[in-house]
């Protein structure tokens, strides 16, 4: 595909200097013959001046080409910021009784018969899902690529309203809470991290609320920096310093890290309920699993929701919610499902060659032999 699009490219620049070449050499030609046929009035010299110039025309002709199409590409950006800037409002930032700033206290989520389509006239994706997370409850998401995993997301940060039913948190409806009050109150370690250009300091914490230490010690309980007592990384020091430049959307950090720092964030952040979405997925197995302790720990209290595609991540989790073609299919403890004969979440778990002994042992805290991926 790249390379089509080079090939037109490259055929099109040899058309246009061919034909600048073609009208230049004709300007020449005229001048020329002008400059015979006028001997007698135009003095040699002057003729010779124009002639040297008019040589370089075709040059000429090429950069004013190429300065108006890079101008007129210049000119996307204009056009796209306009069009943001007439982008309709998601609604409300915030609301006359939005709730107090220590809401959510406990963190108890529920899904009411929530029926939600991405635009009106398209297809329900989540269609009548009902279920409720206690406060500071570990629930792990699965489910078949395209089951509505990342739609619950959507829903519960309030960027597809729900056409039907409600969400609440902590008995709050979210159709009255303002829409930053609402994202500012959660957590969320996306898949694909947004990192600004600046230094890690001002996107770890871009509201400049917490000291040094306490961002240093997130990033060590993120694996990023090295453990109080291990040997002296100074390659990982230099990286994760507070003051390390960012380039722009953190092109020098690796897909990995971006996910740990998005982690870190989270730990700073210190939210009642944190979701993670695929958060550890291009970290490898060895992190993964130190990582989801590193969770387990910090997050004690909190309430974590968690959409995962390695099933022996998400076997540490309290309960795991099955989705099934925009439903809750299965809701249960991962044991219970996995004893349930001809249950979807036995088929993905044998699927990924995870045994009820490995979901035991990582339970128990020992590591999967196994590098189980699941098939979402
Ligand atoms: N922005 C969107 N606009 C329209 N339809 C969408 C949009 N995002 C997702 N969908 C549709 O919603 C359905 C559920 O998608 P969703 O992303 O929630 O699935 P998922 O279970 O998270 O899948 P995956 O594991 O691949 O991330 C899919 O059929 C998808 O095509």
């Not at 990582?362 to 991926?373: F, P």
Request: contains cysteine; charged residues 25%; hydrophobic residues 40%.
């Amino acid at each position: 595909m790249e390379n089509r699009a080079l090939y037109m490219t490259i055929a099109l620049q040899e058309w246009l200097g061919l034909r600048l070449e073609t009208i230049a050499n004709f300007l020449v030609l005229g001048i020329a013959l002008f400059g015979a046929g006028e001997r007698k009035s135009i003095h040699p010299a002057s003729a010779g001046v124009v002639l040297t110039y008019t040589l370089s025309m075709a040059q000429v002709f090429s950069e004013v080409v190429q300065a108006y199409a890079k101008n007129e590409q210049n000119f996307n950006a204009v056009e796209r910021l306009l069009y943001y800037t007439e982008l309709p409002s998601e609604g409300a930032t915030t609301k006359p009784d939005d709730p107090p700033p220590t809401w959510p206290e406990k963190g108890a989520i529920s899904f009411n018969n929530v029926e939600m389509a991405y635009r009106e006239g398209l297809p329900l994706v989540l269609k009548g899902v009902t279920f409720d997370v206690n406060g500071g409850e570990k629930i792990g998401i699965v489910g078949r690529t395209g089951a509505g995993k990342s739609s619950l997301l959507q829903a519960l940060f309030k960027v597809v309203n729900p056409q039907r039913g409600s969400i609440t948190i902590d008995g709050r409806d979210l159709q009255d809470v303002g829409l930053t009050t609402l994202r500012t109150r959660l957590a969320l370690v996306p898949q694909d991290t947004t990192l600004f250009l600046g230094t890690l300091r001002e996107n770890l914490d871009p509201q400049g609320t917490r000291t040094d230490a306490e961002i240093i010690s997130a990033l060590k309980r993120a694996w990023l920096l090295p453990a109080e007592g291990s040997p002296v990384d100074s390659e990982a020091e230099a990286k994760f310093s507070l003051d390390a430049p960012v380039t722009d959307e953190g092109s020098n950090y690796s897909a990995g890290e971006k996910q740990l720092l998005a982690l870190c964030r989270a730990l700073i952040k210190g939210s009642r309920i944190i979701i993670l979405d695929e958060a550890t997925s291009s970290v490898d197995v060895e992190t993964d699993a130190k990582l989801q302790r590193t969770i387990q720990t910090e997050f004690a209290s909190s309430t974590l929701l968690c959409i995962a595609h390695r099933l022996n991540t998400i076997v540490y989790y309290d309960r795991i919610v099955v989705m099934d073609d925009g439903k809750v299919a299965e809701f249960d403890t991962p044991l219970n499902l996995f004893d349930k004969e001809g249950s979807i979440f036995r088929s993905l778990c044998d699927e990924a060659n995870l045994s009820r002994e490995d979901i035991v042992r990582i339970r128990t805290g020992a590591t999967v032999q196994n590098t189980t991926e699941a098939t979402n």
